[in-house]
């Protein structure tokens, strides 16, 4: 008898139980204005989101006419944002939070929390929640504020996962759409600072994560 498949969730925890994309945002703001370089959130829309680091400063870069290269910014905010994350996540694992991943985890979910952040730096703050139906991992993609298509699809492998059966829970309107490239269903979390982007083609939207949105995906994935 074949071994059934899991139905599994990969929250892209950064963006979603925690307001990431203003960490970030405020994390390029000073590296750049430091260096003397102007940045807005119209140059962050334009240039970034969505986006290859060092693409996108590249460009940006030009078109502001600096001699900072977009290969040393971009490894320079990699590391500053990671390192932003790992005091930021641990004080972001709430009880909301907590809830909603015991909510899909007690009814045979598989629950996937990525970061960006360094795992040694902030597993003991998910040590609670770690277990059979909960595994934590480092997602190491260089999209701004988001994941291509292609970190979905690794992301389930290296968690056993089918694309099919699992529903990514991202934080901006460009997670949507790679996860529909990725073959996966998906629930946005908008926040202010993303409010501008498209989130169509997700399957909900929810303005945070509880238990009350572990109902809806739980829906979404016919799980009773």
Partial sequence: MAEEQKKGVIVEFDFTAMNGAELLYKTMEKILVDNEIPFDTRAEAQYLAGGNYQGGLAEYFAVVKTKKTAAKAAK???????????????????????????ALADKGVFVVISTRADLDAVKDAF??????????????ASTYGSVKWDA??????????????????????FGVKSALLAGMGS??????????????????????????????ILKILRVK
């Fill in 152 to 173: 979905w699809r690794r992301a389930c492998v290296s968690n056993r996962l089918r694309n099919f059966l699992t529903i990514a829970v991202t934080g901006s309107g």
């Fill in 76 to 102: 320079d905010i990699a590391d500053a944002f990671r390192a932003a994350l790992n005091t930021a996540v641990p004080k972001a694992v709430s009880p909301d939070f907590t809830a909603f991943v015991k």
């Fill in 187 to 216: 629930v946005a979390v908008i926040n202010d600072h993303v409010a501008y982007q498209d989130f169509g083609g997700a399957d909900e939207a929810v303005d945070k994560l509880d238990a009350a949105a572990a109902a809806k």
């Fill in 127 to 140: 040590a609670g929640l770690l277990g059979d139906n909960v595994a934590l991992y480092q997602e190491t």
